[in-house]
């Protein structure tokens, strides 16, 4: 599939250049706004772009240029979102011969699609039920089934784990990775996600959408790892500092000079960033500054404790900057994640002043997108 796609929504404008390989899967994340769900149905045809063009394989589905636009429902397209929304009069296996009736399958040939596909995602003993009789993992598993029995070479999959709880969430995602990698090799996917683990678990490669524009691009865990944007880093649990690249680091915005064991080639006086994990951010009492500084940590900082909360076995600290001290500013919006038992030794709690040192082992600098890479 290749969507090149210009499309304008009173004052926001989506320009994005995507393309998935036979059998790949690509997620798209991005904040709210930011021209995923657009992008999602200017593919689907649901929306008319106002420039570019859309393929499948060797079928044109959208041309601007040239004035072609085929309809949703012959595309050869499948959409999955948030909601199964499947019809509340029929059964679960009707739901699932839907497609092939539509195609022209004669009613025999459709259930035996319908019965492969339920069997395949574990809802087959369920085709007598209604949908208002399913929990909303099966209504949801359901509804996939049914999207597949379509037999469409691309399939739109829009935040469609969100809406599931904690139990049902995981076993879809489960059924999903199942599916889009052991299903047809010529079968592509699109997800659509704010979830990191979505995209790590089920997508080959990555884009993320900001402000209509894509930011970053590549494969899953190489922009996960190595975010340009703090959206990215915000999503991949990292934490982001933006700056010009120097020999042995990053020179933050406010002066300060991190140094970092990665560079990865940025050439210096370029606008860059420093991406490094909470679990490598150490706190100590503000009272210890001049003791920090004068050890073996390259990267210190005065700052604030500003909240802190539960992170699974660890509490995550955000930090804010001094109230003095502009050297400091880069530890504004940091976070860190502390041993519950160092947090009650250290006592640490909102408004108290603290140090927080980074090692340069920890710190990997990174071309920052500036939108015109």
Not at 237 to 255: E, F
Request: include cysteine; charged fraction near 20%.
């Amino acid at each position: 599939m290749r969507a090149t796609v210009d499309i304008t929504r009173g004052d926001f404008r989506l320009r994005a250049d995507v393309g998935i390989p036979p059998g790949g899967v690509l997620a798209v994340l991005g904040p709210n706004g930011s021209g995923k769900s657009t992008l999602l149905e200017c593919i689907a045809g649901l929306r008319h772009p106002h420039g570019g063009s859309v393929s499948l394989g060797e079928r044109t589905l959208t041309d601007v240029a040239r004035g072609v636009h085929i309809p949703p429902h012959r595309r050869g397209v499948g959409v999955l979102g948030q909601a199964p929304l499947l019809f509340p009069h029929c059964t679960v296996q009707d739901n699932v011969a839907f497609g092939p009736r539509a195609r022209g399958a004669g009613r025999a040939a459709a259930r035996k699609v319908a019965r492969e596909w339920m069997e395949r995602l574990a809802v087959a003993e369920l085709a007598a039920h209604k949908p208002h009789q399913l929990s909303g993992g099966q209504a949801q598993r359901v509804a996939l089934a049914r999207t597949l029995a379509d037999e469409p070479g691309l399939v739109l999959l829009d935040e469609p784990l969100a809406a599931l709880d904690a139990d049902a969430g995981p076993a879809m995602r489960a059924v999903l990775g199942r599916v889009l990698r052991d299903g047809d090799p010529a079968r592509c996917g699109l997800l659509v996600t704010h979830d990191p683990l979505d995209a790590l678990t089920l997508a080959d490669s990555v884009i993320v959408l900001s402000g209509g524009a894509v930011v970053e691009q590549g494969a899953t865990r190489e922009v996960l790892a190595a975010p340009r944007t703090s959206f990215t880093a915000r999503i991949a649990g990292l934490n982001l500092v933006t700056g010009r690249a120097v020999a042995d680091g990053l020179r933050t915005v406010d002066g300060a000079v991190l140094s970092a064991a990665r560079c990865d080639g940025v050439r210096a006086g370029a606008p860059a960033v420093a991406v490094f994990p909470p679990g490598n951010v150490t706190v100590y009492p503000g009272h210890t500054a001049g003791v920090v500084r004068a050890g073996n940590h390259r990267n210190t900082g005065s700052a604030v404790v500003e909240s802190l909360e539960p992170h699974g076995p660890v509490v995550r600290l955000r930090i804010a900057a001094p109230r003095s001290g502009p050297e400091h500013g880069w530890v504004a919006g940091l976070t860190a994640d502390v041993a519950t038992a160092a947090v009650a030794e250290l006592g640490l709690e909102p408004g108290q002043e603290v140090e927080v040192a980074v090692p340069a082992e920890a710190i990997g600098v990174h071309e920052a997108f500036t939108g015109q890479s």
